[in-house]
């Protein structure tokens, strides 16, 4: 079990909940109601605990002679109102996991991190006494705390509400999740896998191809919003994944293998979201910092103006994006970006001019180069290859690959 001042991280994710959006106060939700009862009573049969249960399951559509009732979702208003109070009258894991489903529907992120927050502190803090209660007579059977942590993993309720929350809002492209990114990659490798004749492409290929936003466009809203804001989504996922960790982790030390709880599924998909925020947040020249072994009085004597707060390393200078370059279509978008400034800033330099002429020849072949450059120089290219020179050229690009190559 890790062990770790929890303070300065109850402290740091408090001060920015205050900043996102409006929540209950943290440190009156920790405290022992009373001294007899310091999780309070049990609220299970309470009119409003049951209204927040009855309001989270939704309705099934119903008729009623000719007149059809239509279905309707779980009313996450409903439901938070119930928890909001709810919270300040009992210490109860179901209380808290409704409040973080509700506001994780109604807020995003933010909400969700402060539920497993509370949830883990309960875990840590009030174990004994914790609601819903231990089985007394059944030798402290845990299986009631145990089926509500299950609620974390149900790929019908909290993942699929998870993968839905908002990574990034862009008001020029749109808001996106990681369920959009799952959707893009799929398309991306359904596209790349089929070979669609002409009939294909006729029969509405094109169409759901654009109702399914790609990858490049996920990646522009990234790009769209500030830095810090992606930062501060990274450290979202980030503690939430902590929490879920360390309620996972207590859990197993106070109950036998037996009645232990896998929180794999949530922890693997915030897992997943953790890594592709810092991947854009690395596109944007922002790196993580790997943890070191050094003293802490001389990792706090560092002052490299790269290091940031929060273990992220900056771009060196303002403006400046070190995105990692990984494949050719990379090099060729950074030589486009080049492109771009010397355009807008220095219009006379030849240098786009001498670019656009290289980004045109990256798909080519050596001989290929050769031919465009320097036309001369094949027939001796051909003399000492023996016929080299045409067999490359059959070999060379389809025209439709040199014509993407000319896009650029």
């Known amino acids: 079990m890790k062990s770790a001042d929890h303070s300065s991280i109850y402290k740091t994710a408090h001060q920015r909940d205050r900043q996102k959006m409006e929540l209950p106060d943290f440190d009156s939700l920790i405290q022992p109601l009373s001294d007899d009862e310091p999780c309070g009573p049990d609220l299970e049969y309470d009119a409003v605990f049951g209204e927040m249960e009855r309001a989270s399951q939704g309705t099934s559509e119903q008729q009623y002679g000719d007149t059809i009732v239509e279905a309707e979702g779980a009313n996450w208003k409903e439901v938070k109102k119930c928890a909001d109070d709810l919270l300040t009258r009992t210490r109860d894991m179901r209380v808290a996991v409704y409040w973080g489903r509700a506001t994780l529907n109604l807020e995003g992120l933010d909400g969700f991190e402060f539920s497993m927050r509370l949830l883990r502190h309960y875990v840590e803090s009030f174990w004994p006494t914790l609601h819903p209660e231990l089985d007394a007579e059944d030798n402290d059977d845990p299986t009631y705390r145990t ?13 699929k509400e998870l993968g839905n929350a908002p990574l990034v809002a862009s008001r020029a492209v749109g808001r996106f999740s990681m369920a959009d990114v799952h959707r893009a990659e799929h398309a991306a490798e359904h596209s790349s896998s089929s070979k669609p004749d002409e009939e294909s492409w006729d029969t509405g290929g094109t169409e759901e191809k654009s109702s ?45 293998l037996n009645f232990a709880v896998s929180l794999a599924p949530v922890r693997n998909l915030l897992k997943e979201m953790q890594e592709f925020v810092n991947r854009q947040l690395e596109r944007r020249g922002v790196f993580a ?13 560092d002052e490299s103006p790269g290091v940031q707060q929060g273990g992220t390393v900056a771009a060196p200078a303002a403006g400046m994006q070190l995105g990692r370059i990984n ?16 355009e807008s800033n220095e219009p006379s330099s030849p240098l786009p001019l001498l670019i656009r002429r290289a980004q045109r020849l990256a798909s080519k072949s050596f001989l290929d180069i050769l031919r465009d450059l320097a036309p001369d120089a094949v027939s001796q290219a051909e003399l000492l290859g023996g016929g080299i020179a045409a067999s490359s050229s059959e070999s060379s690009p389809a025209p439709q690959e040199e014509e993407a190559s000319d896009g650029w």
């Open 147 to 159: 089926n509500t942590l299950i609620m974390l993993c149900d790929e019908g309720g909290l993942l």
């Open 212 to 256: 399914v936003p790609g990858l490049d466009t996920i990646e522009a809203a990234f790009t769209d919003v500030e830095i810090e804001t992606i930062q501060a989504t990274e450290e979202l996922v980030s503690q939430t994944l902590e929490h879920v960790t360390e309620i996972e982790s207590n859990v197993t030390t106070n109950v036998s």
């Open 327 to 342: 494949t050719r279509q990379d090099a060729i978008k950074a030589l486009d970006a080049v492109c771009d400034f010397y």
């Open 289 to 301: 910092v790997a943890e070191s072994d050094e003293p802490a009085e001389q990792a706090a004597g």
